[in-house]
């Protein structure tokens, strides 16, 4: 089973996977292609790298999870020393997960709470 892409203004906006080829305005592609990637020179590629979806993704949890309880002095003020010190390191380790041994191939993302 092949993995096809379906390009628009050289950006993929559709992947599929099939037995058979596809329609000569579907692209072979690799597994990791998405949708929003590039069309570059008549091959597919990944609009960001493993590094940046990595990123964007521990940038995700802050915003989610940190942000709104961090950036807000009543919900901080809230919380006891002890949950301060533990929303401090979490957001401490997600913001280091660029320094791990295995990244980006292989994450140990924090757990709120565990670090």
């Known amino acids: 089973m092949a993995r096809y892409a379906i390009i628009e203004d050289k950006i993929v ?43 964007m993704e521990r940038d995700h949890r802050l915003v989610t999870e940190v942000d709104p309880i961090v950036s807000n002095p009543l919900r901080w003020a809230d919380l006891s020393a ?14 280091n997960i660029s320094a791990q041994e295995g990244f980006p191939h292989n994450i140990v993302w924090p757990v709120k709470g565990e670090v």
């Open 13 to 55: 906006i559709n992947v599929a996977e099939s037995d058979t080829a596809l329609e000569s305005n579907w692209y072979i592609c690799d597994d990791i292609i998405n949708i929003g990637d590039l069309l570059v020179n008549g091959v597919v590629v990944p609009k960001y790298s493993r590094e940046d979806y990595e990123r």
């Open 82 to 95: 002890t949950e301060q010190l533990e929303m401090a390191n979490y957001r401490t380790a997600l913001l």
